[in-house]
């Protein structure tokens, strides 16, 4: 059974930077996208970047400049750096990884970012 486990959420002042790890376990081949996205309390999931196997990779406007997703394809592993942040980057963050039309998402990781 595939599954996404994200690690490295915390509580960080604004400003700040914080690097969230994602690893694909189960899969016998490479994830064709992984991703991330991330839902504050009361509001809707938002898509924040997104990596493919061929390195194409798209951001969110909203975190644009300030966050860089990779990947480690031989880990089958996808990374979220993220730099200058804001109190409105405060959510749980989604890691996601698509393959062959199905998409398996991790539990969610904790970002706090005080002002």
């Known amino acids: 059974q595939v599954q996404m486990a994200e690690s490295g959420g915390g509580l960080v002042q604004a400003g700040g930077s914080l690097t969230l790890s994602c690893a694909a376990s189960g899969s016998l081949f490479s994830m064709k996208a992984m991703g991330w996205y991330r839902q504050a309390p009361g509001k809707q999931r938002e898509f924040v970047a997104v990596i493919y196997s061929g390195g194409t990779i798209n951001y969110a406007d909203s975190v644009k400049g300030r966050f860089t997703i990779s990947r480690d394809n031989a880990k089958n592993a996808a990374y979220l750096q993220m730099n200058s942040l804001k109190p409105e980057d405060t959510a749980v963050y989604y890691c996601?990884?698509?393959?062959?039309?199905?998409?398996?998402w991790g539990q969610g990781t904790q970002v706090t970012v005080s002002s």
């Open positions: 996601l990884g698509s393959y062959n039309g199905y998409d398996y």
